[in-house]
């Protein structure tokens, strides 16, 4: 199957502009209209309309390389704005409007520089995980802009992060569920680290569940599976 994918795929778009290596890209799809974001290490954000394959604006307040770039479901579905949120090399995590192209908050409390972010699945996307050099995963509330914890227990610094996926007997209510910790009704962050290892942290009791070792070098990537599966 994948050799018939791969004979019968082609180069549909390139998108150029880019001078320096791209770090982190994200796609939205909203009313018909495709966009994609990059983080690159000239600390610049930019924002394709994919249709028209231009580049439509682009965000510069960052310092240092762009490490991960999310399109922000929080500012979707609270305030219809698009926007984006970005972590970077400069110790920051920042949220961009995109139509009225302004930062609209920042994130600094940390001291060593942030490699991943994550939005929840559930409260339509409040809760920003961020998992950092310095070994640590923190949890953000975006609507109060604070720090709600910090996960302590990798040896070395965290390289990726992810959310358990939205729970299907919370499907209808979640927009209404209050967690605060944060309360998590059985939601859980995963979390790769430069120390070979996979943790798992309960988000209502902020204790690690899991720890899987096995690998003989870095973890940059972990991802939950879909509950479907």
Known sequence: ???TFRLSSKLLKTFAGQIHAVWSIDYLSLDN?????????????????????????SFNGHSDCVTC????????????????CSSSIDTTIRFWDIKNNQQLQIFNERTEWISCIEFSPFNDG??????????????WDIETSKLLHVFNGHINGVRCVDISPLQS????????????????????????????TICVWDIETTKQLNIF???????????YGSNGL
Not at 73 to 79: G, K
């Open 213 to 223: 070792k096995g690998h003989g070098s870095y973890v940059i990537s972990a991802k």
């Open 126 to 139: 409040r809760y920003l995980c961020s998992g950092s050099w310095g070994n640590t995963i923190c949890l």
């Open 69 to 84: 770039v999310k399109f922000s479901s929080y500012y979707h579905y609270n305030y219809n704005r698009n926007v984006i």
């Open 33 to 57: 209209h495709q966009l994609l974001c990059s983080g690159s290490e000239d600390s610049i954000i930019r924002v394709w309309d994919v249709d028209s394959n231009k580049q439509i604006q």
């Open 169 to 196: 007997n919370n499907n209808n209510n979640d927009r209404s569920n209050n967690i605060g910790v944060i309360g998590g009704n059985g939601y859980t962050i995963c979390s790769g680290s430069l120390d070979k």
């Open 1 to 3: 199957m994948f050799e």
